[in-house]
């Protein structure tokens, strides 16, 4: 297994152009392969978001658009900038700009400012709320102008639409324990009758569909009208979500070159696998209070398959992770992935524990070990980690014993220290470190 670091928006570049080369020779050591780099951007004196490169309005003049408009510039920074990706370039490093598919002037011009990365990557490309209450932007059975746009320009009829999500709601508010626990181990069918799906109902999730679909059909077209080969990636929700979110991953294959499943099971915050069941049984409950929180799980189960091992209740979530769901789901959820895509080189799955920016419990790196240990049985190569703002210490000491040599944990050596983790000597006391042997 090989590794890759998210270079994340919430640290800004400056964080990463410092002290990057130590930074790098740890890096490499400890088995990293490849680099996802924030947008590129800086923060200015004023706190502001200043643009890494200046924008060519030759490029845009030749695709008949306007260039943005001239913004603040630092000259050094950028110097520094271009110094850390030839670094990370002339190790071999593989790179990928966490930017967005924009118009294909604004590739063009991206990738002509920095010729050292090979693509972009697409966050959540063509992805439908997936939360039954409203959470993290959005909710599954909401009615707005945005959501109605993006339907309607996939060629859906949007009225229609609003029928089949009414009816979705109305059934999900009529729910019975006896309707619950007859038809949720009915498969599909089982499904179709508990739900009471009409023709409006499948329409609108078809709709949801042909959106994602037309979206990744737009973002491949624009990256292939740009000059080179540039690869397009994208980072859906883990499989067990594509029914909710639109992301069919075998669809996804036909227009993406990497797909980065996320590989996230925390618990509350935001995009958590556990956070997402528990407020959707929580939301199932409110709406129907004579539900038990084990009817609800098994809604969810018919809902999205769902089933994470030793888990009845919604208390056992905050037991945290058991050997059994690693591995049971990891692996089974790393599989399917690897099965829709049909090429393991072409899947790195998208690893984080959960801390800021997404606000959940924060999973140890007992878990995180877990995670890749099942993701790797199941056929991963590589591995993409999201710091969360930094990499803990803990966290690269799996890591580096996975990918690479592990990494030592020695104060005298004064070499790479995560960020994540305060160095010991920093509790001193004002004391100078005694050189020891």
């Not at 920095?114 to 993290?136: K, M, N, R």
């Not at 089949?164 to 949720?184: C, M, S, W, Y």
């Not at 991953?249 to 556990?274: S, T």
């Not at 997402?276 to 929180?293: G, H």
Request: glycine share 12%; with cysteine; charged share 25%.
């Amino acid at each position: 297994m090989k590794a890759w670091i998210f270079l994340c928006n919430d640290s800004p570049l400056e964080h990463w152009i410092e002290g990057y080369k130590e930074r790098f020779d740890a890096w490499e050591a400890g088995g990293v392969t490849g680099l996802a780099v924030g947008r590129m951007q800086f923060v200015g004196d004023d706190g502001s978001a200043v643009r890494a490169w200046a924008p060519d309005s030759t490029i845009f003049a030749a695709h008949g658009e306007q260039a943005p408009e001239a913004a603040p510039r630092d000259a050094e920074k950028e110097k520094q900038l271009h110094a850390m990706l030839a670094d990370a370039a002339s190790r071999g490093w593989q790179m990928l700009i966490f930017s967005g598919v924009g118009s294909t002037a604004h590739m063009q011009d991206l990738m002509s400012a920095f010729p050292q990365t090979s693509g972009v990557i697409s966050d959540g490309p063509g992805e439908h709320s997936y939360e039954l209450a409203f959470h993290h932007g959005g909710e599954t059975l909401e009615i707005s102008e945005g959501i109605d746009a993006r339907l309607s320009q996939a060629g859906a009829d949007v009225d229609r639409v609003h029928r089949g999500i009414q009816h979705f709601k109305d059934a999900l508010h009529n729910l019975t324990p006896e309707r619950v626990r007859f038809h949720a181990g009915g498969g599909t069918l089982g499904g179709l009758q508990l739900f009471d799906i009409n023709e409006d109902a499948l329409y609108w999730l078809r709709a949801r569909w042909e959106a994602s679909r037309c979206e990744w059909q737009r973002m491949r077209e624009q990256v292939d009208a740009v000059d080179g080969d540039v690869l397009l990636a994208g980072i859906p929700r883990t499989p067990a979500f594509s029914g909710l979110t639109g992301q069919d991953y075998v669809g996804l294959a036909q227009y993406f070159d990497i797909i980065f499943p996320k590989h996230y099971y925390w618990h509350r915050g935001m995009d958590g696998l556990y956070g997402t069941i528990y407020r959707w049984v929580k939301r199932l409950l409110i709406w129907n209070p004579s539900l038990t929180e084990n009817d609800g799980l098994r809604v969810v189960e018919l809902l999205t398959g769902i089933r994470i091992p030793e888990v009845d209740t919604l208390v056992d979530l905050e037991k945290g992770h058991t050997q059994a769901f690693f591995d049971e789901m990891v692996l089974a959820e790393t599989r399917r992935t690897l099965e829709a895509i049909g090429d393991p080189s072409r899947v790195i799955g998208w690893v984080s524990t959960g801390r800021e920016p997404h606000g959940g419990d924060q999973m140890p790196p007992s878990a995180l070990k877990g995670i890749l240990e099942s993701a790797q049985a199941a056929g991963l190569q590589r591995f993409l980690y999201h710091p969360e703002p930094d990499i803990g210490a803990g966290e690269w000491l799996e890591i580096s014993t996975m990918c690479g040599t592990p990494w030592q944990e020695d104060l005298k050596a004064r070499g790479y220290w995560p960020g994540g983790t305060p160095r010991p000597d920093t509790w001193n006391g004002g004391r100078p470190t005694p050189n020891e042997e």
